[in-house]
């Protein structure tokens, strides 16, 4: 049996709820909050998961918690095999001094890559 590791982890309509600050945010690291509220992971910290969508106020935000999602390279210098870490504008960027949320397993175009969440 085969499996689309897109879908794998996808844990269907989880009560999370957004304000408008994630509206083209798509492939950034979000955490949950108070009352399922996500926000973009802060800098160099631990993270929840990677935003699948662009919701706007009252639409319900597309979350995925576990396996390979795509997310946004932040400064466009990510390499196959590189941990990362949340960078300042939540995307993905070179470990240094930060939690390791990750290791890129492809590298994609306009400044997306594939990573396996920690």
Avoid: C
């Avoid at 999370?16 to 949950?32: I, P, W, Y």
């Avoid at 095999?81 to 994609?108: F, H, P, Q, R, Y």
Wanted: aromatic share 6%.
């Amino acid at each position: 049996m085969s499996y689309n590791i897109d879908t794998i982890h996808d844990f269907g309509n989880l009560p999370f709820v957004t304000d408008d600050t994630l509206a083209e945010q798509r492939g950034r690291f979000v955490t949950v909050g108070a009352g399922g509220v996500l926000a973009i992971a802060t800098a160099a910290g631990a993270t929840d998961g990677v935003l699948r969508n662009n919701p706007v106020a009252g639409e319900a935000p597309a979350v995925t918690m576990g396996g390979f999602p795509y997310v946004v390279d932040e400064a466009g210098t990510l390499a196959v095999g590189d941990e990362v870490e949340v960078g300042a504008a939540g995307g993905a960027v070179v470990a240094s001094a930060g939690t390791v949320v990750g290791k890129v397993l492809e590298i994609g175009v306009d400044n997306w890559v594939r990573i396996k969440l920690a």
